[in-house]
């Protein structure tokens, strides 16, 4: 063989190798860069056979903090906290930036920095910065508060969630005390219960709800009602409001505050279902015996005229359970007494 073959072959043979190599390099980057990402909590994964799991009902529940504050790391909160301070303050009597200062958050009103604008998103909400509630808002701020001027992503990292609410429980001058065991307890129930909602296959649709019989006895609650309930504890009540504003065409929400179209709905969670002194409800309304609970709130929610046959109410309803969750959560609000949790 001439000299100019074997070279000719030796070209060929180097670029078979070099393409083999270009190619397997290439394969193994395209399996990186795709490589999908799971979330930290991933409500339902694929089985091994290889089929698609079922999407869960409601949205996946965010794991409690208030078990493990007491061995939480407040340095590293405190590291994890520097992110923020383009946006806030941490030191006592330090000025506002583009956010509030955070010195007292902790047990303190939602809008707690006197003199600060906050959105409506979070003046509105009428409960304290407590341990849960600044975990939430920590995992997803604006799902937390929907219009809240905050525009950090949040921490999906359970942990780092638990050494920042320490490191904020420090800027106190009377720090606030860590949950008991019972509100740990109660809160990892709440946390259960919302993943035992999640987890549960949408109501059928050929499962409708029996119609109320000729004794007028309560119309039974949907299939998930108690679906409903189980999310009740962790809803948004600001979120509640929002989606209640639908409403407000028919009906007024303050104390004290006159009729239009139908009943103002202050007070009406726990009362009975003609709550409303001197309106003038339905006959099916007033027939219906039993209060406002949490249940027949969801069942009436998801659809009205299914729930009390012959009412005057013209609302289609809210087929979510985690709409109807919030809208219960921000109506128990309008009470001078609020009904406990369930």
């Avoid at 009729?259 to 409800?281: C, D, Q, R, T, W």
Wanted: overall charge negative; hydrophobic content about 40%; aromatic content about 6%.
């Amino acid at each position: 063989m001439s000299s100019s073959s074997s070279l000719e072959l030796n070209k060929i043979v180097g670029a078979i190798l070099v393409a083999g190599i270009v190619a397997m390099v290439t394969g193994t980057l395209a399996g990186m860069l795709v490589k999908p990402h799971h979330a930290e909590h991933e409500a339902v994964s694929a089985g091994e056979g290889g089929g698609g799991a079922a999407k869960p009902a409601g949205p996946a529940p965010i794991e409690p903090i208030s078990g493990l504050l007491a061995n939480a790391d407040v340095a590293k909160g405190q590291d994890i906290a520097k992110k923020c301070l383009t946006c806030h303050s941490f030191g006592k009597g330090e000025p506002a930036k583009v956010g509030p200062n955070l010195y007292g958050i902790v047990g303190n009103k939602h809008g707690h920095m006197e003199g600060f604008s906050y959105s409506t998103a979070i003046s509105s909400i009428n409960k304290p910065w407590g341990y849960e509630e600044l975990n939430h808002f920590l995992f997803n701020p604006k799902a937390y508060a929907p219009g809240t001027k905050m525009g950090f992503a949040g921490l999906p990292k359970t942990d780092e969630r638990a050494d920042v609410i320490a490191y904020l429980r420090t800027l106190a001058d009377a720090p606030v005390a860590l949950p008991t065991q019972e509100e740990i307890d109660a809160a990892n129930k709440a946390y259960e219960d919302a993943k035992a909602a999640a987890a549960a296959p949408p109501p059928s649709s050929s499962s409708a709800a029996p119609a109320a019989s000729t004794t007028q006895e309560a119309a039974a609650p949907a299939d998930d009602s108690a679906a409903v309930v189980a999310l009740i504890a962790s809803a948004d009540p600001a979120k509640g409001q929002e989606i209640a504003k639908k409403c407000a065409v028919c009906h007024s929400f303050g104390q004290g505050e006159p009729a239009k179209v139908g009943p103002n709905l202050y007070g009406i969670v726990g009362n009975k279902h003609a709550h409303m002194e001197g309106f003038s409800y339905s006959e099916a309304m007033k027939n219906t015996p039993g209060t406002w609970d949490y249940a027949h709130l969801a069942h009436f929610l998801l659809n009205p005229k299914d729930a009390v046959p012959g009412t005057k109410m013209a609302f289609a309803g809210l087929k979510k359970p985690e709409d109807r969750a919030a809208v219960i959560a921000y109506l128990r609000t309008l009470s001078d007494n609020p009904v406990p949790l369930p």
